[in-house]
């Protein structure tokens, strides 16, 4: 067991509710540093909640949640983001109002480091080219290849040590969601953690290193990637085969 | 089926109807406002420019409290009918502070009023702004994520709570201020003459008004409040502190309230427990007619609704007079509601402006 990476987000017997709609009902999950960790389930199956309640948009009423160690259940959504936790959420809630390159500083809004911003500015331009032609456009005018573009650029501003992906797939087209998927390996392959929410169930598996089957509330299923991806019940139900 | 297909028809001839009368309409109306303007003006040019002056310091200090309404509409969807209380009491800390703390009269020198006007000022914003966000956190705040109309009962609840208080405080009469600004002309040139009252009012709103401006666009605080204000969720993703935002923004607009009041106090000389009513009436008017949540909007607003009445009550030809002034106010407010809700300078955007 010594061989394995430390324990970076631990999720215990999480019960999260919607006024008085519990859409959590004891989840357990875990990231350990480095990894891709996927989360697939149907929609309804409380994934995007799952997110909510790591990131202190709505706290779980039952359970603990654990980032590098220090308990941060009930912590504000501001400090868990100074703790290092950022994302693209589910819709990506851009602030249409704002040019990409306000939308990408707001991204940096807790740090301080002024050079090492720009240089991440820059890195996110190129990353995504697109939005570097696009700089001074209002982000609720683009289209939504380009917004999901900007809301994961806007969330790697932050330099997180975890990153969250909630659907970055979702409405784009093909050729965009090659693109987001070659971008979610090379930010891991620079250090960065990722828990990433799919619709997508088979690209998501290919890029994880382990993943949860989501269902109603609960994990059905946890195991390695690719054991899933071999996994008769997930292929049926998630990747559509008979 | 017949009716339906009937009532259908009905609705699209009606709306083909408001389409071309309405426009012909307000087209007409302004026509006839244009020409009343300048039969005005030919009648009497110099009169007519120093009418205009009164409204610009009118629009000057109206603008302040209407920034407060769009600064918090902005960040919350609140109109804080409280507002306007909080403009009052702004003006009564300022009577006491010149009067009784700084012993102003009506001679006293230049500098002993400088110093007075800006150490009252001081206090009042200070005032202001601490009683602002401590509505927002007593008041507002436990209903965050009640129905949109709970908050806005709490709202008029403090406005009048906080007409009590000046009651209780001062009593129902006026707080009279005695004249202590200057009055001699700045220039006087071609029959237009332009006092120095007025152009102090003006010299405490404008860098004011300018220091909000840059304040909101250039600051790390102010992109938290734009950012809050429009997407409060994504803003808290960011690592902003919403809750501290908020309460920052009221602090802003209860600033901005307390130097309204004692520009008021200062240059209108009484002020009293209703008075907040009215200006506040008045500046929201101008931020809805502005463009709620837009600041240059309520700017724009304010001046235009400062022109409005200074011209309705002071010019000579066919004016309606100081009577009508709150019915055009209201019939403004009225109109906008129905026909531009989103205001001169507001977008038409699906999630609001
Ligand atoms: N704002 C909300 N109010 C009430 N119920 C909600 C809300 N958001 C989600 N839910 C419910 O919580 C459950 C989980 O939803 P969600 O986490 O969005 O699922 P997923 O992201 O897996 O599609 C669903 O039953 C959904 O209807
Ligand atoms: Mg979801």
């Known amino acids: 067991m010594s061989a394995q990476p430390a324990m970076l987000l631990e999720l215990k017997g999480v019960e999260t509710y919607y006024g008085s709609i519990q859409a959590l009902k004891g989840i357990s999950i875990e990231v350990r540093e480095g990894e891709i960790v996927t989360l697939i389930g149907a929609n309804g199956a409380g994934k995007s909640t799952t997110l909510r309640s790591i990131n202190g948009l709505n706290h779980p009423r039952k359970g603990t949640i654990s980032f590098q160690g220090r308990d941060i259940t009930h912590d504000a959504p501001h400090s868990i983001v100074k703790r290092g936790i950022a994302q693209s959420p589910e819709g990506r809630k851009l602030f249409p109002r704002m040019s990409v390159t306000e939308n990408l500083e707001m991204g940096a809004f807790q740090r301080s480091d002024r050079g090492a911003i720009r240089e991440d500015m820059e890195r996110v331009f190129t990353l995504f080219p697109r939005l570097a032609e696009r700089r001074t456009q209002k982000a609720g005018t683009m289209s939504g290849g380009e917004q999901q573009m900007c809301a994961i650029g806007r969330a790697l501003m932050a330099r997180p040590t975890l990153l969250m992906l909630d659907e970055p797939s979702m409405g784009l087209a093909p050729i965009f969601v090659e693109r987001i998927f070659e971008t979610i390996v090379e930010v891991n392959k620079q250090g960065t953690s990722i828990l990433l929410v799919e619709q997508n169930a088979l690209m998501a598996l290919h890029v994880a290193n382990r993943g949860y089957v989501l269902e109603t509330g609960t994990v059905a299923l946890a195991d390695d990637a690719k054991a899933l991806a071999q996994n008769p019940q997930v292929r049926k139900t998630y990747l559509g085969e008979i | 089926m017949a009716t339906h297909a009937h009532t259908e028809v009905s609705l699209r001839r009606r709306r083909s109807y408001s389409s071309y009368v309405m426009p012909a309409v307000a087209t007409l109306l302004v026509a006839l406002l244009i020409a ?275 011209f309705n009550e002071g010019l000579l030809w066919h004016a309606p007079g100081s009577d009508w002034t709150e019915s055009i106010v209201f019939s403004i407010l009225i109109l906008i509601l129905v026909f531009r809700p989103e205001g001169l300078l507001g977008e038409r955007t699906p999630e609001g402006a």
């Open chain 2, 36 to 310: 009343w303007l300048v039969v005005n003006f030919v009648k009497g040019p110099a009169y007519f420019v120093t009418i205009g002056f009164i409204g610009l310091t009118n629009g000057a200090l109206y603008a302040l409290v209407a920034l407060g309404y769009t600064l918090v509409y902005g960040i919350l969807e609140l109109i804080n009918f409280a507002h306007g209380d909080v403009f009052m009491l702004g003006g009564l800390f300022s009577a006491t502070m010149l009067l009784s703390v700084f012993h102003l009269h009506a001679h006293a020198s230049t500098l002993a009023l400088v110093a007075a006007i800006v150490g009252s000022l001081l206090v009042a914003m200070a005032a202001c702004g601490i009683l602002n966000a401590a509505i927002e956190r007593v008041a507002y705040r436990p209903l965050r994520g009640a129905p949109r109309v709970a908050p806005l009962i709490t709202a008029i609840g403090m406005s009048f709570i906080l007409e009590d208080v000046a009651i209780g405080w001062k009593g129902p009469g006026y707080t009279a201020v005695p004249s202590l600004l200057p009055t001699g002309p700045v220039f006087s040139v071609a029959g237009i003459t332009y006092t120095w009252e007025k152009l102090i009012v003006v010299m405490i709103t404008a860098p004011v008004l300018l220091l909000l401006v840059w304040f909101v666009k250039q600051t790390r605080q102010g992109k938290a409040m734009r950012a809050t204000a429009q997407d409060r969720d994504a803003a808290a993703m960011m690592g902003i502190d919403v809750n501290r935002t908020i309460s920052f923004t009221f602090i802003l607009a209860g600033a901005l309230a307390g130097t309204g009041g004692l520009v008021y106090a200062l240059y209108f000389g009484q002020i009293r427990y209703d008075t907040g009513y009215q200006i506040g009436l008045i500046a929201f008017t101008a931020a809805v007619l502005g463009g709620i949540g837009n600041l240059p909007g309520a700017v724009l607003g304010a001046l235009l609704i400062g022109f409005i009445q200074s």
